[in-house]
């Protein structure tokens, strides 16, 4: 890896949220513990210098690798073709967040060691755009996987949790330890698996509910009477909303799992939207 980014002329940047995976043995773990076999079409997201993706390669029928670094980006598709000949693989060149269509078949399964300055942002933007996109597992910062998997009640519990559930069941699924990176981060790493779930309604709700649960989590230790008050026009707006979506004025949004957000999005005026 060093050798590739001297080679290269590149040095980390933290802006783009670069350590590189560099333990053989982990890249490993990570393939096995997605599950990623011969049928899947995956799309990896910033794959770097490549070390996931040529164990993806290994499995996979088909990798799609999504790179912001022009450096980087470059230079992956000429490791493939060194290290991993006769493999189906190819690249986009692009900011993941602006990333509406992939080449070739739809995408069955994503898995990344995801940017941590964008991993949240990122990994909702590939389950709305990508329904076709089953399972998920992504190396992210200990502390964001702890909030993606939090359930109701649970301290960490948030935005992310929430808007996560909408698209698919979430659990831990391991600790990564910081020294098979490099540079060397310096916070903990953890892997996160996903298996996608009916949507609790159309797109139209999920936009409606993702505006109430931003709202609900603004102000944690507000009631939802109050926490909701500014979108519904008024407290008593507001209070009438829960009423009808059988949820308590008086409780907080960390009390609540998705099914419950999106029955007051339903139970709001219209005109609020």
């Not at 898995?111 to 992504?138: C, G, K, M, R």
């Not at 949507?199 to 507000?222: C, M, S, Y």
């Amino acid at each position: 890896m060093r050798r590739l980014l001297d080679a290269i002329g590149l040095r980390p940047t933290k802006q783009r949220g670069q350590n590189f995976v560099v333990d053989a043995n982990t890249v490993r773990r990570i393939v096995r513990t997605a599950g990623t076999g011969p049928d899947d079409v995956v799309v990896e997201i910033g794959p770097g210098l490549g070390s996931l993706t040529l164990g993806l390669l290994e499995v996979a029928r088909h990798v799609t690798a999504v790179e912001i670094d022009p450096v980087l980006a470059a230079r992956l598709p000429r490791t493939v073709q060194e290290r991993a000949p006769g493999t189906s693989f190819s690249l986009v060149e692009a900011d993941a967040l602006r990333v509406e269509t992939l080449p070739g078949d739809p995408p069955t399964t994503l898995v990344a060691n995801l940017p941590y300055n964008v991993s949240v942002p990122v990994l909702l933007h590939f389950l709305e755009t990508f329904e076709s996109i089953d399972t998920v597992l992504v190396m992210v910062q200990a502390e964001v996987a702890h909030r993606l998997a939090a359930g109701p009640g649970s301290r960490t519990y948030g935005v992310p949790s929430v808007k996560a559930a909408w698209y698919a069941d979430v659990e831990l699924a391991g600790t990564i330890g910081r020294q098979v990176f490099w540079p060397v981060p310096n916070v903990d790493s953890a892997l996160v698996a996903m298996r996608r779930h009916d949507q609790p309604g159309d797109d139209d709700l999920r936009r409606r509910t993702f505006g109430v649960i931003d709202a609900a989590f603004a102000q944690r230790r507000k009631t939802l009477r109050a926490a909701l008050s500014g979108l519904a026009g008024s407290g008593a707006a507001a209070e009438q909303a829960l009423v009808r979506a059988d949820v308590a004025p008086g409780d907080r949004g960390e009390r609540l799992d998705v099914h419950a957000f999106a029955r007051i999005a339903e139970a709001l005026d219209p005109s609020v939207w």
